[in-house]
């Protein structure tokens, strides 16, 4: 029933509301947590070492039924950016005994047989070395949650203190106590539990379980009985401790002391594409002329380099003039060979530019397709002109 309990608490604090994104850490850290503790029931068997007994002689065992406690613990570490964190970490619990059976100790103290209760406190303090992994959610397309749950295992040394009293429950004049300190063993434990950030920067509430397991002891202790109004009769006992199996449950903060937030990405820089050489040039020329003018002459050099930028397998060279001749069809042959005349006058300037003859094609047009639409017999520069194509 309290293991049932603690983990609905659990459940409830892990379903509060984050204010923030949760995120793995970087640097140094510290950790402090506590909550309530749940021990297993724990066996204590006695070897006598009175005088008279012989050395090394069982006399049963004790079970030690464990109550309610508390616990916390205090860490300091260090994370590597990649989920990884180390830490090392202090801890205490104390859990209260409320009930044991057994006639380990009646018999080795030779007062009686039967069974009795008993009272006290246990204590476990000592040390780990944990190692945890903060998972990242959004690798598993669990973009926007609010929190990062996290695993680790540890190692260390946990001390035993334990301060029982029993009493004769059959009627008897006689208690015995026990007395334990500073006995100490090898410990591990598990841990799952999840980070909830906080506005303040590197600032998380955790929540988490942890299972703690201690080998057991063999020590010696301060046992003994006393009757009723008497003073206690003491013996250096040896008895062991058997193993000590505890469920913690635990609310703390932990702190990140370089995990300023990551600065925003770059903005996309859209980087224009370098200009491209033009493909059609266009070259004008004076009214019933077909030399080329200074301008001319630059488009035409314009268009011979561009020639060598851009893959081109032809030149078309292609004449026009306007319909300011004399109308009829003399005037209409003459401005198609004097288109003719234009585009030749560009080929011979590309040919001097460099440009292969055998790629230039020439072809006049005449007075057809102007540039800018005109009334008869109009003079438009623009319309005198050479197309120069490069495909």
Same mark, same amino acid.
């Given at each position: 029933?309290?293991?049932?309990?603690?983990l609905?608490?659990m459940?409830? &604090?892990?379903a509060l509301p984050?204010?923030?994104?949760?995120?793995?850490?970087?640097g140094?850290?510290?950790?402090?947590?506590g909550?309530?503790?749940?021990t297993?029931?724990?066996?204590v068997?006695?070897?006598?070492?009175?005088?008279?007994?012989p050395?090394?002689?069982s006399?049963?065992h +004790?079970h030690l039924r &464990?109550g309610?406690?508390?616990?916390?613990y205090?860490? *300091?570490? %260090?994370?590597f950016?990649?989920?990884l964190?180390?830490?090392? +970490?202090?801890?205490y619990?104390m859990?209260y005994?409320d009930h044991?059976?057994?006639h380990?100790?009646?018999?080795s103290?030779g007062q %009686?047989n039967?069974?009795?209760? &008993?009272?006290g406190?246990?204590?476990s303090?000592?040390g780990?070395v944990?190692?945890?992994?903060?998972? =990242?959610l959004?690798?598993?397309?669990?973009?926007?949650m609010?929190f990062?749950?996290?695993?680790?295992?540890g190692?260390?040394?946990?001390?035993?203190?334990?301060h029982?009293?029993?009493k004769?429950?059959?009627?008897?004049?006689n208690? *015995?106590? &026990?007395h334990?300190g500073?006995?100490?063993s090898?410990?591990?434990?598990?841990?799952v539990?999840?980070? %909830?950030d906080?506005?303040?920067? @590197?600032?998380?509430?955790?929540?988490?379980?942890?299972f703690?397991?201690q080998t057991?002891?063999?020590? @010696?202790?301060?046992?003994g009985?006393?009757r009723a109004?008497?003073?206690?009769?003491?013996?250096n006992?040896?008895?062991n401790v058997?193993?000590?199996?505890?469920?913690?449950?635990?609310?703390?903060?932990?702190?990140?002391?370089d995990?300023a937030p990551?600065p925003?990405?770059?903005a996309h820089?859209v980087?224009?594409?370098?200009?491209?050489?033009?493909?059609t040039?266009?070259v004008?020329? =004076? %009214?019933?002329?077909?030399?080329?003018t200074?301008?001319a002459?630059?488009?035409?050099?314009q268009?011979?380099?561009?020639s060598?930028?851009?893959?081109?397998t032809?030149?078309?060279c292609?004449?026009?003039?306007?319909?300011?001749q004399?109308p009829?069809?003399?005037?209409?042959?003459?401005n198609?060979?004097?288109? *003719?005349r234009r585009a030749?006058?560009?080929k011979?300037a590309?040919?001097?530019?460099?440009?292969?003859?055998?790629?230039?094609d020439i072809? @006049?047009?005449?007075?057809s397709?102007?540039?800018?639409?005109t009334?008869?017999?109009?003079?438009?520069?623009?319309?005198?002109?050479?197309?120069?194509?490069?495909?």
């Amino acid at each position: 029933m309290r293991l049932r309990t603690a983990l609905l608490s659990m459940g409830s &604090m892990a379903a509060l509301p984050s204010l923030a994104m949760a995120s793995t850490i970087t640097g140094p850290y510290i950790d402090v947590a506590g909550g309530y503790d749940y021990t297993q029931n724990q066996t204590v068997d006695g070897l006598h070492s009175k005088p008279g007994k012989p050395q090394g002689q069982s006399h049963g065992h +004790e079970h030690l039924r &464990m109550g309610d406690g508390w616990t916390g613990y205090g860490a *300091v570490g %260090w994370g590597f950016g990649n989920g990884l964190r180390a830490e090392v +970490e202090g801890t205490y619990a104390m859990t209260y005994a409320d009930h044991g059976s057994g006639h380990g100790w009646q018999q080795s103290m030779g007062q %009686w047989n039967g069974r009795h209760g &008993m009272k006290g406190s246990a204590q476990s303090y000592g040390g780990f070395v944990n190692v945890l992994y903060d998972i =990242d959610l959004a690798q598993f397309g669990l973009n926007g949650m609010p929190f990062t749950p996290f695993v680790g295992i540890g190692a260390g040394y946990l001390f035993q203190d334990y301060h029982i009293h029993a009493k004769n429950n059959n009627g008897g004049p006689n208690n *015995v106590f &026990m007395h334990q300190g500073g006995s100490g063993s090898f410990a591990g434990q598990a841990i799952v539990g999840a980070a %909830w950030d906080t506005p303040i920067t @590197g600032l998380a509430v955790t929540t988490q379980y942890r299972f703690v397991a201690q080998t057991g002891s063999h020590t @010696g202790v301060s046992m003994g009985h006393y009757r009723a109004g008497g003073n206690p009769a003491r013996h250096n006992n040896i008895v062991n401790v058997g193993e000590r199996y505890s469920h913690r449950f635990m609310l703390g903060l932990r702190y990140a002391f370089d995990n300023a937030p990551p600065p925003p990405p770059p903005a996309h820089v859209v980087v224009p594409p370098a200009p491209q050489a033009a493909r059609t040039y266009l070259v004008f020329f =004076d %009214w019933n002329s077909a030399r080329l003018t200074q301008r001319a002459k630059e488009i035409v050099a314009q268009a011979a380099q561009a020639s060598t930028h851009v893959q081109t397998t032809r030149i078309e060279c292609n004449g026009y003039t306007d319909n300011s001749q004399a109308p009829g069809p003399r005037g209409v042959a003459y401005n198609n060979k004097l288109s *003719v005349r234009r585009a030749e006058s560009v080929k011979a300037a590309l040919i001097a530019d460099g440009v292969p003859a055998n790629i230039i094609d020439i072809h @006049g047009y005449g007075e057809s397709h102007p540039l800018v639409p005109t009334g008869p017999n109009t003079r438009e520069p623009q319309n005198r002109r050479v197309e120069i194509i490069l495909r």
